[in-house]
Each structure stands twice: as C-alpha cells, then as structure tokens.
C-alpha cells in the first residue's frame, strides 16, 4: 500500500460511532493526520480554517442540516480537498454522489464510494488505486506563497471587491461588505479564501489589509463625494491588525483625513478573536468604538461564541455565517441555528446580518424571523467599486420587489 503518512484526510459522519470508526480505518491505512466534523456545516468551517486543502474527505451522504450533495458542491466550488470517498447505506444515494461530480469540473476526483459499514478491506482496495503524488500535487496547486503576494502588493495587484448589503423589509441598499482580492497577471481574479492562508502569520499580512482598507475607505468618500452619503463599508480586520495598536489607529486617521464620518465605517473582527478573548484586541476594538465606528463580528454561529463572550466589546452588528444561512429554508436544524443567531444578536441589541443568501425562500425565513439584513448571490455578486453606481441603478426595482416578494 502507498506511504499516506505525509497526508490529511478528513472524516463528516454524524454518527460518533461511525465517526471514530471510520477515522480508525483511515490511520490503519496510514494517514498522518485524520480530521473529523460531525456534519457538513462543521466540516466547511474545519476545512476554510485550514486554509490548504486535505487530500482526501470520507463523507457520509445523509446528514442533517447539510446533506453530502450539497457539502460535496461546496467543496468542489471552493477547493477545500483534492479527492473525495463517498459512503452511504443506501446505494442510490451513492449513484447521486456519482452523478453530482460527473456534472462538475475535474478539480475534485470521486476515488470510489462504499456502503456503511465501510470495512478495512473496501477502503484499502480503493486507496490502492488511487495516484498520491497526483492529490498532493493538487491540494498544492493554486496555494500562492508568501513571496508572491509581496509582489503582488508591491505591483498594485490588491484591489477590494464590494458585496451589497440590503435591508430585508425595505430592499434599500444599507451598506458593502468589503472583500479583498488579488488581480493575478496570469491566475486572473483571485478571492481571498485562496490567498489568505499564505499571508496569515506573515510579515505581509499587515500591508495587505492597509493596502485594502486603504483603497476602500477612498472608495467610500468618493461615493460620498458625488451624492452616495447613504452608503457605509464593512472591513474586516484579522486578528494581527486587532492586536496591534499603531495599525488600528492609522486606519482611525485615515478615515479622520478623508472626513469620513465614523458611523459609516464597520471594523468587523472575526469570532475567534472574541471566543479567545484576547485582551489587546478587545481593548482595540472598544477603542475603535469610543470613536464612533461601528463593530461587527464574522462568521457567527449560535454554540460558537457565547453572549458573554459578545459582551466584551460594544458590538453594533452580528453577522451570521452563511453555511447556516444557505437553504435554511430546507432544512430545520439549519433553522434553529439561525434562529438562535438571530435571537443573540436581538438579545444583545445588534444589527443582524444574514450572509450567503441565494434563494427567495431563504429572504422570507429571515423576515419572519427578524433579520435586518442581508447579502448574498440573491442580493448581488461582489465587484469592483466602478461597476457600483451602474448596478444601483439597474436594480432599485427588483430589490424592492424582492423585498416585497419575502413578506408574509
């Protein structure tokens, strides 16, 4: 049997029993390292967090709140693992599986699939035939290294994206959530999921997000300067900037410089900052604060981070992760996670903003349960900041009646 020593595989079973079982098999087959999620949703948030793609992901089909057609769409569309091994106890919910990807770009290979209980002699028959250096080689494929995002700042490269953000009962547009991303002279647009993980932990990492809120918060008052005084922009900081005093209070200046007023700016923090309650950071963001900004927290999930933690900091907005938000309409356990966020953030009198959403049905869930906000592929795609004033203007009706469309 080949050498997987040097690999990652991850386990998304539900079952504990099944879970363990089948990371017991994966190590008996010589991984180095197993990682396990419970379902679909802690299985994306797992393998985004890691930043570099694992080689290979054992997923059960049927799962609540994210089933495994919907988790293997995510993670072909976002590169999250180089190969895949399907397992169910239902056979056509294998073929399912099979016919998914073969509907998909080839940037995901199907090794096989295998009926529940999967025993040792099933898996091990499917690894021998799969080629390791070639899901090595493509769980490394398109990471970019630290050096070449340092000449892609220093050559103007950097650039934000703006992802609009509406009012749900009105449709108005309330504000952008800024998105950082990287014009490749050869890879094209590149998002920040793919870059991100080689900058973390960098020197570079504090020049890439100046760089960004720099040419954002210039956006903004040119938006300002030609009647936009509405629109506010939503930044997110990580947790390096957070820490760091004199970085925080230069983007403070910088927004002093262009006369921007504070209440249009939101520094968002991400959730782990918070769970981690580190003391520097949340000193920085109470600062931010003091100065009239306003502070948001990302990728929030009910469980994750608990309202004392919250608390440590005059949040004015919650923004709820879009992997719950996606098709919670469908699926009810994904409804009373979102329920739970939204009832936090109105517990704790913030904003609520639902992110990722793509579907009408999705909208009117949220109306119902008293979201203000929302964003997503149903709002609007991000882009640049020139394509902003066209787009406002060519969809003021159809938000409205999107609006109108998810009242009861």
Known sequence: MADWSGCTAMVVEDSPVQRDH????????????????????????KLN??????????????????????????????????????????????REAQASLAQRPARLALLGTALKPVHF?????????????????????????????????EDGQFLPYYEPRIEIASG?????????????PERGLIRAARFMPAVQGTDWIAPLTAAIAGQALHQLHAW????????????KLPAET?????QVDQLSALARELDLAPRTITWECP???????????????????????????????AGHT???????????????????VHEASQYPPRQTLLRASVSAARQMRMAAVAEGVELTEDLALLRGLGCEMAQGALVAAPMPGNALAAWIKNNRRRLKELASASAP
């Open 22 to 45: 089948m990371a017991g098999l994966l190590r008996q087959a010589g991984f180095g390292e197993v990682l396990l999620a419970c379902d679909g949703i802690d299985a994306l948030r």
């Open 49 to 94: 967090a890691r930043g570099v793609p694992v080689q290979l992901v054992l997923t059960d089909m049927d799962m609540p709140g994210m089933e495994g057609i919907e988790l293997i769409r995510h993670i072909c569309e976002l590169e999250l693992a180089a190969s895949l091994l399907v397992a169910s106890a239902r056979e056509e919910r294998l």
């Open 121 to 153: 002699e099933a898996l091990a028959d499917i690894l021998e035939r799969a080629d390791m250096d070639q899901l090595c080689q493509a769980s490394a494929t398109g990471m970019p290294q630290a050096e070449e995002v340092r000449a892609g700042l």
């Open 172 to 184: 108005m547009l309330r504000g952008l959530d800024v998105l950082p991303c990287w014009m490749h």
């Open 224 to 235: 300002h300067e030609i009647g936009l005084i509405s629109l506010g922009v939503s930044i």
């Open 242 to 246: 957070l820490a760091d005093r004199a």
């Open 271 to 301: 959730e782990p900052v918070l769970a981690g309650g580190a003391p520097l950071s949340i000193a920085n963001l109470a600062h931010l604060a003091v100065r009239g900004f306003g502070l948001a927290v990302g990728g929030y999930r």
């Open 306 to 324: 608990t309202q004392q933690q919250l608390a440590r900091c005059p949040l004015t907005e919650l923004r709820i992760d879009p992997v719950i």
